[in-house]
């Protein structure tokens, strides 16, 4: 059987998504694997029936493997090479090096393909190597969820009252979390851009600027968690260990997190947005999901486009039309919102704004920036900051048309963490700090005349919504601000306050 049957392309298949996996099993959810194996094994049992007609059936499924073995190590020595800090492996990472190296392999195995005699013996080691390495991982996999299981319990580690406010008349909320949008004084000394304008745009609509705001973690991953659960997360380090880099917790506990819940428990209807970050909320809390169509992980998808569809047409398809399809169906449905006549609306949008991947100009035209590990520090900026300034405008835009149809309504805007391409993690000074936790947040409570406070850090920004829109009496937390390395999230320095200075 082993000598007749050619179903190793189809195990090799697996390895570009399996190795990707692997490599990130503690940050990527399992289901988010499904539709890139069917997608996968589709594809190359196409591939496999269109070349067995030119080469003959046991050529072409060898050919296909050479293919996909070469490919899934490309990829992995790619993501590799660029995650080191050293600019010399980092520029023998980049395809410009590695493709003409690889193709040179490529081309050398198909014309040693094509010279041998017996195919039978070879087909049989090729299909012996598939089981062997798709055994290996799948082992792997499975060791690891065994040692490394979730406590489907976590989010009850959060200390918060879910309250049931006697408020009669509760308020629509909107609330835009912009991804990786620099606070006003990184813009100064980064980009040489001042915030002024934008933000004397905002006080003429009514919305409260504070005069510093930070978030309390310098990435998605736990600045999200903690926000969502107006909670810090440093009881994370006791129950995983300083060591651990498994974020499928934080997921948990984002997805089940205690502000949809919050809200849930008073009656709102709560709709969230797939706007190139996921959407926030389990299906237990959010009523609607929008712009939802072919969601998965944006690492898995890239390592299948990539391995694919090594084109650059299919590379701007899959990866940056996704996205900017993502953005489009997102704000255009913000923009024309039907309110729930029943119910008060909670709607949450978590835009991939102005982070990367770069698609717009400063006046939304699309444009198509390489991957900034493709780019260089100084074009990225630019990009970045293109992308930035469209972001206000379509902000202002969102804004007009919220409080046009519901003046009534609450806004909130405010990001996650600064700009981080400058960053330097393992040896960080103020100054990274400041890129690291310099935000924005601005307020629109619209019939509130209460003192707010001058500097806002993102885990008491729905504490003080709650506390003036529903009676609540949460208190501030104070402001903390906790540094980590992306090889250890969970081992957090608390960092003096003194970078604000």
Request: hydrophobic share 40%; glycine share 4%; net charge negative.
């Amino acid at each position: 059987m082993l000598n007749r049957y050619e179903f190793h392309p189809f195990l090799f298949s697996l390895l570009p998504i399996l190795f990707l996996y692997q490599f990130n099993i503690h940050e990527i959810r399992a289901d988010h694997v499904i539709v890139p194996i069917f997608a996968s094994l589709g594809i190359v049992l196409v591939s496999w029936l269109i070349l067995r007609f030119f080469t003959g059936k046991l050529k072409s499924g060898l050919f296909l493997s050479w293919f996909l073995i070469l490919f899934s190590v490309h990829g992995n020595i790619h993501i590799v090479l660029l995650n080191y800090q050293n600019e010399i492996l980092q520029l023998l990472g980049r395809n410009i090096i590695l493709g003409p190296i690889f193709l040179g392999i490529f081309i050398t195995g198909i014309i040693y393909i094509r010279k041998i005699k017996s195919l039978p013996d070879t087909t049989s080691i090729a299909n012996v190597m598939g089981i062997t390495i798709v055994g290996f991982l799948s082992v792997s996999m499975l060791v690891y969820f065994v040692e490394n299981p979730v406590d489907l319990k976590a989010a009850e580690y959060f200390d918060i009252p879910i309250i049931l406010s006697d408020v009669q008349n509760k308020p629509d909320v909107y609330v835009f979390i912009l991804d990786e949008y620099a606070g006003k004084d990184q813009l100064r000394f980064d980009f040489n851009y001042d915030l002024t304008p934008f933000e004397n745009e905002l006080s003429k609509r009514g919305f409260f600027i504070p005069e510093k705001s930070y978030s309390n973690y310098p990435n998605t991953a736990n600045s999200e968690p903690s926000f969502m659960n107006m909670q810090y997360l440093d009881f994370l380090t006791d129950e995983l260990g300083p060591d651990s880099k498994d974020l499928r917790i934080n997921h948990k506990i984002k997805d089940s997190n205690n502000v949809m819940k919050i809200f849930k428990n008073n009656g709102y209807k709560i709709t969230n947005f797939y706007a190139g970050m996921g959407a926030t909320g389990d299906s237990l809390l959010v009523d609607k999901q929008n712009c939802n169509y072919g969601t998965i992980n944006d690492d898995l998808r890239k390592n299948f486009v990539n391995t694919y569809f090594p084109v650059s047409y299919f590379n701007e398809y899959f990866l940056l039309t996704h996205q900017w399809e993502k953005l489009d169906c997102t704000i255009n449905t913000i923009l024309n919102f039907e309110n729930d006549l029943e119910k008060p609306d909670y709607v949450h949008a978590h835009l991939k704004l102005p982070h990367a991947p770069y698609i717009f100009d400063q006046n939304g035209k699309r444009v198509n920036y390489p991957h900034p590990e493709d780019m260089e520090k100084s074009l990225e900026k630019v990009a970045y900051l293109d992308q930035l300034i469209f972001t206000n405008k379509k902000m202002l835009e969102l804004i007009d048309s919220i409080q046009q149809r519901s003046p009534e309504s609450v806004i909130m805007v405010f990001s996650d963490h600064g700009f981080r391409s400058e960053i330097n993690f393992e040896n960080p000074t103020n100054i990274d700090y400041v890129r690291g936790f310099n935000t924005i947040t601005y307020l629109y409570f619209p019939d509130k005349d209460t003192s707010l406070p001058s500097e806002i850090t993102a885990v008491n920004i729905y504490r003080i919504f709650f506390n003036e829109y529903f009676d609540a009496n949460y208190k501030l937390l104070e402001d903390k601000h906790f540094w980590y390395v992306a090889d250890r999230p969970f081992d957090f320095t608390l960092v003096n306050n003194n970078f604000k200075k």
